[in-house]
């Protein structure tokens, strides 16, 4: 089994670590408070410890924390990431008044690609950040088939994230590898979705899907 390391103990975070810890890999919670109680993981597996801590035990990471500081706050962990695969499912944007993604904060770049900017030694993929957090780690809560993509620019990276994604209920034919990191671009502008979907489905689980 694999030692999976997800940093952030939001909503998202806990998913994705409640649900790797469920398919049997060895998971630690990054956690900027680690003595403080997390009542979510209680009795789930999960290990809460500092971020570095979690970063450096790990063989893969998720980063689950805010996609508008995620590049610098990473950026503290170089050390801990060296040689590291990490998984950005984060998002950023500007928002408007009622706090819905309007755009993206620059069109230019992308979280994921500023993560590697910051991270030159640690291999980034993005991924599961066209989905309802509940989808990402079981993806057959919806009705029909979901897509999970992929970005990043190395190979073997890709296939280690998929390989996780397989064992949280990703079928081979639900994953989509979009090519090179710059495709995080695409990606997290399709977050401007999330106001019109919430406004149209309420907050049932969702996912962006291709068919073709």
Same mark, same amino acid.
């Given at each position: 089994?694999?030692? /999976?390391?997800?940093?952030?103990? +939001?909503? #998202?975070?806990?998913?994705?670590?409640? &649900?790797? !810890?469920? *398919?049997?890999?060895?998971?630690?919670?990054?956690?900027?408070?680690?003595?403080?109680?997390?009542?979510?993981?209680?009795?789930?597996?999960?290990?809460?410890?500092?971020?570095?801590?979690?970063?450096?035990?790990?063989?893969? /990471?998720?980063?689950?924390?805010? +996609?508008? #500081?995620?590049?610098?706050?990473?950026? &503290?962990? !170089?050390? *801990?990431?060296?040689?590291?695969?990490?998984?950005?499912?984060?998002?950023?944007?500007?928002?408007?008044?009622?706090?819905?993604?309007?755009?993206?904060?620059?069109?230019?770049?992308?979280?994921?690609?500023?993560?590697?900017?910051?991270?030159?030694?640690?291999?980034?993929?993005?991924?599961?950040?066209?989905?309802?957090?509940?989808?990402?780690?079981?993806?057959?809560?919806?009705?029909?088939?979901?897509?999970?993509?992929?970005?990043?620019?190395?190979?073997?990276?890709?296939?280690?994230?998929?390989?996780?994604?397989?064992?949280?209920?990703?079928?081979?034919?639900?994953?989509?590898?979009?090519?090179?990191?710059?495709?995080?671009?695409?990606?997290?502008?399709?977050?401007?979705?999330?106001?019109?979907?919430?406004?149209?489905?309420?907050?049932?689980?969702?996912?962006?899907?291709?068919?073709?």
């Amino acid at each position: 089994m694999t030692t /999976v390391a997800v940093l952030g103990t +939001g909503i #998202v975070g806990i998913t994705l670590a409640t &649900g790797f !810890a469920r *398919a049997g890999h060895t998971v630690l919670a990054g956690s900027g408070h680690p003595d403080r109680p997390q009542e979510a993981l209680t009795g789930t597996g999960v290990r809460v410890v500092a971020h570095a801590d979690a970063a450096g035990a790990a063989d893969v /990471v998720f980063n689950a924390t805010p +996609g508008e #500081v995620a590049a610098q706050f990473l950026g &503290g962990l !170089a050390a *801990a990431l060296r040689g590291r695969v990490l998984a950005d499912v984060s998002n950023a944007a500007v928002r408007g008044p009622d706090g819905f993604p309007t755009g993206p904060l620059d069109p230019n770049t992308s979280v994921a690609e500023e993560i590697q900017r910051a991270l030159p030694d640690t291999r980034v993929v993005k991924t599961l950040n066209t989905m309802d957090q509940r989808v990402m780690t079981d993806p057959s809560v919806l009705p029909t088939p979901p897509t999970a993509f992929l970005a990043g620019d190395d190979p073997t990276a890709k296939a280690a994230v998929s390989a996780l994604l397989h064992d949280v209920g990703w079928h081979n034919d639900w994953l989509l590898d979009l090519g090179p990191l710059t495709a995080a671009r695409a990606l997290e502008s399709s977050y401007v979705m999330l106001g019109p979907i919430i406004q149209r489905y309420g907050f049932a689980p969702f996912s962006l899907a291709i068919a073709h």
